[in-house]
């Protein structure tokens, strides 16, 4: 089959969760891990990877094509509510290209491959097992039945989440251990040191071992952009949180809260368009809900 790749420019850094699994033999593993099915060919794959379609936030890592279905797999280290709204992005874009010589305006219904929305998070922010993120928490106008919507679904990769997913990929379990190793150890350890040491003992402990010391040199920078990445966007989100605060952050989050209060939306369901619409904690949304919702206040 055809491998179709877009690329916009040379600003784009590839990921560990990318190089690991645009391997199409651990692909088709990670696959039949999340779809419960047994394939065993790894050329019935179509790989179709997005490395930086226009900005850099537009990149996906994996999607690809197998039994008439378009998967689209990303990893987060950090919690983005905007997802759904990039994965229509990308979907968009893939399906522009497969039918680039179809006659759209002909009679003929054209088919296309049903699309499957997935994000592995492993990020420090606490976050449930498994969780949906939909497009229309970003619309302005909440609807009951939305014309549009797409559907994410998250799945917490951090050890003690997922176990038995990670049990039926051993590489997706092998990469959670391995950054969780990073992490725990750059809170002691200069960044590069700590990376060295994770990755030396993950080869001893065969863990990922076979793509660590094949990959080693490009694995460590990697994994300390990553890191680095990953840090500066957690700081620049707690620092636009603290400025949002005094540009009227808070009102926002009110009226949107009295608004879901006046649709006689229940608190659970307020809490959840809450969290997504402004990118809060669990602990963040109660907390607003408490102050906020009518009836509570004094």
């Not at 009110?254 to 997504?276: G, N, P, V, Y």
Request: net charge negative.
């Amino acid at each position: 089959m055809t491998v179709m790749e877009v690329t916009a420019n040379n600003t784009y850094k590839a990921r560990v969760f990318e190089m690991i699994f645009s391997d199409k033999k651990e692909l088709l593993t990670l696959y039949n891990a999340v779809s419960g099915t047994n394939y065993t060919d790894p050329n019935q794959l179509e790989i179709n990877t997005l490395k930086n379609a226009i900005y850099m936030s537009m990149h996906n890592d994996v999607s690809f094509i197998i039994d008439s279905r378009l998967s689209l797999y990303e990893h987060q280290s950090t919690y983005n509510p905007n997802l759904p709204l990039r994965y229509l992005f990308y979907v968009a874009d893939l399906y522009s290209s497969m039918t680039k010589d179809a006659n759209l305006y002909g009679t003929k219904l054209i088919p296309i491959p049903a699309p499957k929305f997935l994000i592995f998070y492993n990020g420090k922010e606490p976050c449930p097992e498994r969780r949906e993120l939909q497009l229309s928490a970003s619309f302005n106008v909440l609807d009951e039945e939305p014309s549009l919507e797409l559907r994410v679904t998250l799945l917490n990769i951090n050890p003690g989440y997922n176990e038995d997913l990670k049990r039926a990929c051993k590489t997706l379990n092998d990469y959670s251990v391995y950054t969780a190793r990073v992490r725990l150890y750059a809170e002691t350890m200069k960044l590069e040191d700590a990376v060295n040491r994770a990755i030396n003992e993950c080869i001893r402990e065969g863990i990922l071992a076979e793509f660590l010391s094949r990959n080693k040199a490009e694995a460590m920078k990697m994994s300390i952009y990553e890191y680095d990445e990953e840090k500066h966007m957690r700081q620049t989100r707690e620092e636009g949180y603290e400025d949002g605060h005094k540009d009227g952050l808070a009102t926002g989050i009110k009226a949107l809260i009295q608004t879901c209060q006046d649709l006689h939306l229940s608190k659970q369901e307020a809490e959840k368009i809450t969290r997504e619409r402004f990118a809060l904690s669990d602990q963040e949304t109660h907390d607003f809900i408490q102050k906020y919702w009518k009836g509570n206040q004094q």
